[in-house]
């Protein structure tokens, strides 16, 4: 079995952030085996530990910020990118800043000091996710997909289109980490001339400059578009018409955009707080989406699951009434998925539509209900003697029929429970495609006065 690793000795950073401009300064310390990844915020009075984990993440806007108590560090993804290559595993990071120096652009500089200043290996083994069946994520309001395949060791395999000159459609697969510092480290963070004026005006990419970023130019840019933002870069801009670059910076690699993506997945799925077996396919991903992947992948490699006698011990739903066949993954307290097999002998099919078998939309809905009975797990008190009654459907559409041999796939999240009420959004699926969703709440009632 592999072992835990962390750093021999410290290793210390210095520079500007590249979307609010500070400079800051990082100090890597070893930590003790099983800590983890965790950001020190010292220039504070009381300093704010922040684990580096997916319920940590605060902000997707460009980068990756996590958070607690009010307090944030901003585009942690090119240092978790080097770190998880590495595979370290625990590591103590001092910054005394809101955001690590961005450097050249790539992870390229973390990787090398870090790897020069030596590994330790530790007496822990590793942990990891280890994937033992397909898992899909479709982003239902763009064409982002991601799913990651069972694999023997960890790979990616990442599908772009930008809208750039010359670069276009681009794919690259990273077929293990031991490529990472020659395929992947030194790609670079990337934007495009006409993103810069929506950067600015978000108050963005305020330390964003030609030394730590690419530019790439579309078909229809020109001189006048390069004279814009001449004084925003404090910089003399060359404009050359053969060039798909900003003053002709040279690409790394030729596909380096996509290079560059692939890094920043690896930084933003390092969140999960264990390394991953299993090859990963996305195309067109990026920081939301990244994160939204990692919390399904942790959520279906939990051990937050029951089958359908265990059901009737949290619910007090009965056949023909208990929709829900299985639990098959989720947080405690924060997400639950669950599972219906609908089957020709489904009671409901005999009188709605019995020529055209269709499952009545309002049973979706509560089957999903059902589901979000176990949300009630780490929020209330006495779970063996409470229930939620669904109380209130805030919205809900239905996408697409679902029929005898559809496998329902239904995944609850609670999004704030207040006063004995929770508010959540569901959605269910089938073949990995979405047929209905619903925002509801349900309250939290006694199961004597049911």
Do not use: W
Not at 117 to 134: D, F, V
Not at 212 to 240: C, H, M, P, Q, W
Not at 278 to 303: A, D, Q, R, T
Not at 416 to 440: D, Q, S
């Amino acid at each position: 079995m592999d072992k835990q690793k962390t750093i021999s000795s410290e290793i210390s950073f210095s520079g500007i952030g590249l979307h609010t401009g500070e400079k800051s300064n990082l100090t890597l310390k070893p930590l003790k085996e099983n800590s983890g990844i965790i950001f020190k915020r010292v220039d504070i009075d009381e300093p704010v530990y922040i684990e580096a984990l997916l319920e940590n993440v605060v902000s997707t806007n460009r980068g990756t910020a996590i958070g607690k108590k009010n307090v944030k560090i901003y585009t942690v993804e090119h240092l978790l990118s080097a770190l998880y290559a590495l595979e370290i595993d625990n590591l103590l990071i001092e910054i005394d800043n809101i955001e690590p120096p961005i450097l050249d652009g790539s992870s390229k500089i973390f990787f090398n000091n870090i790897l020069n200043g030596g590994l330790t290996e530790q007496l822990a083994e590793r942990e990891y996710y280890k994937i033992s069946e397909p898992i899909h994520y479709y982003d239902e309001n763009s064409d982002i997909v991601l799913k990651i395949l069972p694999s023997k060791e960890f790979s990616v395999t990442f599908e772009s289109d930008f809208p750039f000159k010359d670069i276009g459609k681009q794919k690259f697969t990273l077929n293990s980490l031991s490529e990472y510092i020659k395929e992947i480290s030194s790609a670079r963070t990337f934007c495009s001339l006409d993103e810069i004026s929506y950067l600015k005006k978000d108050n963005l990419a305020k330390g964003g400059s030609l030394d730590n970023a690419v530019i790439f130019l579309s078909e229809k840019n020109t001189k006048d578009d390069i004279s814009k933002i001449e004084e925003y870069l404090g910089r003399n801009l060359i404009y050359d018409d053969s060039s798909n670059t900003v003053n002709n910076t040279e690409l790394r690699y030729s596909d380096e955009p996509v290079r560059h993506k692939i890094l920043d997945l690896i930084g933003d799925l390092s969140l999960l707080g264990k390394p991953i077996i299993g090859h990963i396919h996305s195309y067109k991903s990026g920081h939301k989406s990244n994160v939204e992947f990692g919390k399904l992948i942790k959520e279906m490699n939990s051990n937050f699951k029951f089958n359908k006698e265990e059901i009737k011990t949290i619910i007090p739903h009965r056949e023909p009434f208990l929709l829900i066949d299985e639990i098959i993954g989720g947080i405690k307290g924060s997400s639950v998925i669950a599972k219906k097999n609908v089957v020709n002998s489904d009671y409901f099919f005999e009188g709605h539509f019995p020529n055209n078998p269709i499952m009545p939309g309002v049973l979706i809905l509560e089957s999903m209900a059902q589901a979000s009975c176990f949300l009630s797990f780490n929020n209330v008190d006495n779970t063996d003697q409470k229930m939620m009654l669904l109380s209130v459907i805030n919205s809900s559409k239905f996408i697409k029929k679902v029929i005898p041999g559809d496998e329902l796939i239904l995944r609850v999240k609670l999004i704030k429970i207040r006063l004995g009420t929770a508010n959540m959004e569901g959605i269910a699926m089938v073949n990995n495609k979405i047929v209905a969703k619903a925002n509801f709440m349900a309250t939290i009632v006694d199961r004597n006065n049911e």
